[in-house]
């Protein structure tokens, strides 16, 4: 489970889904998506300059945890536990525990044992992983949020001779991005009315394709850039 873009958050924050549940309604949940912006059937490699760049709400974190006693069911139990230490410690040191490829769900002690265990590097051992997030906002920088996540993975009780470590880059989301699309069609607006006055009084813009999804991309260390993709389109007065 790879971790190298944006990831866009739920707009609930006490959303408990079934880890694993496809949302529909991307534009209202916790998305990941890589730097390129999201995949799509209209995919599109231009993107416009003109869009919200904003913080992210959230610097996000893949930790593994890995276990190889010898009995199969002590071993997966012994996984299992610590994850459930690692849930219990969690609002104590000021982070969440979520799960999931593209569409992110908290895990809680109600579905953390949806969460699937793969195989090891070897015949009698096994990981599972899963998403530490921790709030960014003024005072905390991106480096903070990494450094409380570092400290949390170190603090999480270990079971048997299972072992917990992060396994991935940091990256980062934000909430529900379509409730940002009236700033983003404010900001779109905007410089379509500076690039109308630019051309003369012989010619105007059309805006086109402000009913597409918002989209997101990184932008900066810990920043995302909101936009709609728009084409604006010269036309001559009549």
Do not use: C
């Amino acid at each position: 489970m790879a971790l190298k873009g944006v990831m866009l958050a739920a707009g609930v924050a006490g959303m408990l889904l079934p880890v694993g549940t496809f949302a529909q309604d991307t534009g209202s949940q916790e998305i990941m998506v890589t730097a390129q912006r999201r995949q799509a059937e209209d995919y599109s490699s231009e993107m416009p300059a003109v869009g919200l760049r904003r913080t992210a709400d959230f610097a996000v974190q893949e930790v593994t945890i890995t276990g190889d006693t010898r009995d199969e069911i002590q071993r997966q139990n012994e996984i299992y536990q610590m994850l459930a230490n690692a849930i219990t410690a969690a609002p104590r040191a000021g982070v969440q525990i979520a799960s999931g490829d593209e569409t992110l769900q908290l895990v809680s002690m109600q579905n953390y044992r949806n969460i699937p265990l793969e195989k090891d590097s070897r015949p009698d051992s096994q990981k599972l992983s899963f998403l530490v997030k921790a709030a960014l906002g003024p005072g905390t920088s991106a480096q903070a949020a990494q450094s409380k996540i570092a400290s949390f993975v170190k603090t999480v009780k270990p079971v048997g001779r299972a072992l917990m470590d992060a396994t991935d880059d940091l990256t980062f989301s934000v909430v529900a991005p379509d409730q940002y699309r009236s700033a983003i069609a404010e900001i779109i607006a905007a410089d379509a009315k500076t690039m109308a006055a630019k051309l003369g009084d012989g010619y105007g813009v059309q805006i086109e394709g402000l009913n597409r999804p918002v989209e997101w991309a990184r932008s900066g260390v810990s920043d995302v850039l909101l936009y709609i993709p728009y084409k604006l389109v010269i036309v001559p007065k009549h």
